[in-house]
Nanobody, 124 residues
């Protein structure tokens, strides 16, 4: 199994940028496709973006496409989420997650391992 720890959350003004990191330990990081999800107060957890095991393939939700960039460094066992042009509606707890599913996937039930989350707050 793999353990995941997110970091990098915080308070930022609308239009600003933030980079989240997710450090993995345990089983070989490159065995897993990875994803970022978020959950705003009173809402269900939703898919943000996913990346394949090698990093060659990525997939974004329409709400973050062209503003967020997912990447990974398998040598450092770390997943990243670069967020720019942030909006107040991006405010949420952001979670990284790992899956052994063979392709990038937005389906939450495909992800078996989750981090504890990091809070991102975007002020208007």
């Amino acid at each position: 199994q793999v353990q995941l720890v997110e970091s990098g959350g915080g308070l930022v003004q609308a239009g600003g940028s933030l980079r989240l990191s997710c450090a993995a330990s345990g089983r070989t990081f490159s065995d897993y496709a990875m994803g970022w999800f978020r959950q705003a107060p009173g809402k269900e957890r939703e898919f943000v973006t996913a990346i394949s095991r090698t990093g060659r393939n990525t997939y974004y939700s329409d709400s973050v496409k062209d503003r967020f960039t997912i990447s990974r460094d398998n040598a450092k066992n770390t997943l990243y989420l670069q967020m720019s042009s942030l909006k107040p509606e991006d405010t949420a707890v952001y979670y990284c997650a790992a899956t052994l599913f063979p392709v990038t996937t937005a389906t939450i039930t495909h992800y078996r391992y989750w981090g504890q989350g990091t809070q991102v707050t975007v002020s208007s």
